[in-house]
């Protein structure tokens, strides 16, 4: 299986440097990372030095331009070993694409190069108690006094925020129209609430927040007042190809245990190999992987190629999300299946990737919203499909005239 194939030769190099990392500092530290539910900062430490963090920026902004593609391509390797530490690229991403995509020019300078060095990161909080796949409901608000936005409400599930230099977050302004704004942090505004543990992505806090006052220039509003929805939009849509690559990384290495175990077990006198039932299993798995890589890739290449905006766009990078937590979900139980209780056990890495894995569907547009915004699409513009072209047969035909005609 040749996942090279159509990658230039900066790519393929890309991935080595990746995959090299990943052996020597990444996969020994994944067991640990999940039991002790610490934030890895060594790994983060890792990630700027070998310049993982600049992967995704144009040369403009001294970055090394390779793209979502290239982020990918780093996620997915990554993946295989440790989740949570792929996930501190995608958190990088997704704080960074609603300062780009606004274009302020001033936030672009003070941030993005310290996200690139590693001296600066981001948490992305949208999410409130009674707002999420439904944000008509948010409460936050932010009202201007004196040259200052006063945001006053409660964010949960902010990912990454107590490691967090600043937040990404979006309150309701005047008529009621959602706004963008950067925080930065400490705040005395923005009061830690709890950390939630969840089932899997242990090394990531996820936390609850109280907005009591929190203070932010105007300088730091993104876009215009009102801009907030279309910022959310665009910043979810581009990072979705990130979090297919994630499953993509996650569903190879259940395949990788399986074969190994398939081809080392020894059962009736022979390998577990040699059974068909497994040897079907192991073809789903890798037809299912191959398509994800696929969808990924091509997702990717959909938004270095700024194909992210139209709602006909987000379909693909939609469906490249839902199919890749899919078959990382289905992988990883698979896996478990073919391991016959081994991998079952606390000990064994198929348990965290299975915990891990139930992330995707949930996480930044859950399985259903994503899939409707599919369905939503495809009514409205057949998605590339057109008509049917198959012919009605005759006593069909008939049968409808008669019936038009009585
Ligand atoms: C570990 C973790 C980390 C997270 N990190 C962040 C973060 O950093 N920042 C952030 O802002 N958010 C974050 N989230 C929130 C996440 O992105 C989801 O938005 C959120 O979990 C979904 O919202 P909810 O749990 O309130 O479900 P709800 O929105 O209440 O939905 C409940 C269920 O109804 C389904 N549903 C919704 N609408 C429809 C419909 N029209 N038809 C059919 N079914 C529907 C949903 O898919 C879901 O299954 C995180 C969540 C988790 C679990």
Request: charged share 25%.
């Amino acid at each position: 299986m040749d996942i090279n194939s159509d990658l230039n030769e900066e790519h393929k190099m890309l991935r080595q440097t990746v995959r090299d990392a990943v052996r020597q500092h990444i996969a020994p530290r994944a067991y640990e990372i999940d039991q002790d539910r610490q934030y890895p900062e060594d790994i983060f430490s890792l990630f700027a030095e070998k310049g993982f963090f600049s992967i995704l920026f144009p040369k403009s902004l001294g970055g090394s331009e390779l793209g979502t593609l290239g982020l990918a391509i780093a996620i997915e390797e990554i993946a295989r070993a440790c989740a949570s530490s792929a996930q501190i690229l995608i958190l990088s991403a997704l704080t960074t694409w609603p300062i780009r995509i606004s274009n302020n020019k001033g936030l672009i300078q003070k941030i993005i190069p310290g996200v690139m060095k590693g001296s600066l990161r981001g948490a992305f909080a949208l999410t409130e108690p009674n707002a999420s796949s439904d944000l008509s409901t948010m409460v936050t608000k932010a009202e201007i006094d004196n040259g200052n936005y006063h945001i006053n409400g409660e964010k949960d599930f902010v990912s990454g925020s107590t490691v967090a230099d600043y937040f990404i977050t979006f309150a309701k302004t005047k008529n009621g129209s959602m706004s963008a704004f950067m925080l930065d942090m400490p705040n005395p505004g923005i009061i830690f609430l709890r950390r939630d543990e969840g089932m899997g992505i242990k090394g990531i806090p996820h936390c609850d927040w109280s907005f009591d006052n929190a203070i932010t220039s105007t300088e730091n509003l993104l876009g215009n007042e009102g801009d907030g929805s279309e910022i959310a939009r665009l910043s979810m849509n581009a990072i979705q190809p990130l979090l297919a690559a994630r499953g993509l990384g996650s569903a190879e290495e259940s395949i990788a245990f399986s074969r190994n175990y398939a081809l080392e077990r020894k059962i009736y006198g022979d390998t577990l190999s040699q059974l068909q039932a497994i040897q079907l299993y192991l073809a789903d798995m890798v037809i299912n992987v191959s398509a994800t890589r696929e969808l990924t890739y091509k997702a990717s290449k959909m938004v270095d190629n700024d194909q992210f905006v139209t709602e006909e766009d987000a379909a693909y990078l939609n469906i490249a999300k839902v199919f890749s937590a899919k078959t990382a979900i289905k992988s990883a139980d698979n896996a478990m299946q073919i391991s016959g209780g081994h991998g079952y056990m606390e000990v064994h890495p198929l348990e965290r990737i299975y915990r891990d894995a139930r992330h995707l569907r949930l996480y930044m547009g859950t399985d259903e919203v994503l899939r409707l915004r599919v369905a939503k699409s495809l009514l409205e513009t057949g998605l590339g499909l057109g008509g049917p072209v198959s012919r009605q047969s005759t006593e069909e035909r008939a049968k409808r005239e008669f019936r038009e005609n009585r």
